[in-house]
């Protein structure tokens, strides 16, 4: 059995095989609806939201998987720019909404109190917690034994720097079973036991932050328990 490494990212490899099983899902749903409407022969049956949705995830997900491929190939030349992080999150939550609502899954933005610019990569960053956003509200979809379903995208403070992340009712989510999971990734199916369905998104995130300087890490934001990254405030504010 394969033991966790401290500090080690996902192989490539490895990650793509996540990738690839994840998109298996949408692409299935995709396929199920297109076919219900040739069976039947009325297409009015075809979900358009449903298949629209779930494009637009697999989509997603590959682009943020090529993005991460090339910030890690550009890594040692990746300059960081000051990034609205209150701003980012708020244009993840509308990339998300949609996603969300075909799930019925409650989407929440929480930000407590006001943020500067924090050192990062724009386009990095929004596809980081768009790829985690979109795994985490998959696995809240897929508990059947309570509603309302709720995601929650946090924003926060703490002495080490700026944390913003997604978070939901994930009791068993723990440090040693995120590290046991990037570890096992690409090797098992269901690498992450504690949250339900691919984990593919979250490797993908972490991936990216790795890229800059940043990591994702098991986090607690008002209850819930998630995945959260720690950012740092831009310098240039701080010289003002």
Not at 51 to 56: D, K, P, T
Not at 69 to 97: K, N
Not at 111 to 123: F, K, L, N, T
Not at 197 to 225: C, E, P
């Amino acid at each position: 059995m394969l033991q966790p490494k401290e500090g080690v990212g996902v192989h490539t490899d490895d990650l793509l095989l996540s990738v690839a099983e994840q998109l298996k899902t949408p692409l299935t749903t995709i396929a199920r609806q297109a076919e219900l409407g040739q069976m039947t022969g009325r297409p009015e049956l075809i979900h358009a939201q449903a298949i629209s949705s779930q494009a637009m995830a697999a989509l997603t997900l590959v682009d943020c998987y090529l993005l991460g491929l090339e910030l890690q190939r550009e890594q040692s030349q990746l300059e960081l720019e000051p990034v609205s992080v209150s701003s980012m999150l708020v244009d993840t939550a509308h990339d998300l909404s949609n996603y969300a609502a075909h799930y019925g899954v409650q989407l929440e933005l929480h930000m407590a109190g006001r943020y500067g610019p924090v050192m990062s990569h724009s386009r990095g960053l929004r596809a980081a917690l768009v790829s985690l956003g979109f795994s985490l509200i998959e696995a809240e979809a897929s508990k059947n034994n309570r509603r309302p379903r709720r995601v929650t995208l946090g924003l926060h403070r703490t002495p080490h720097g700026i944390v913003t992340g997604v978070y939901g009712e994930y009791p068993t989510l723990s440090a040693d079973g995120w590290r046991a999971a990037l570890a096992l990734a690409g090797h098992a199916r269901q690498p992450l036991t504690a949250i339900d369905g691919s984990s593919a998104g979250l490797f993908v995130a972490d991936t990216i932050l790795r890229s800059m300087n940043s990591r994702l890490r098991v986090g607690k934001y008002q209850h819930q328990r998630g995945l959260a990254a720690t950012l740092q405030p831009s310098r240039q504010l701080r010289l003002v």
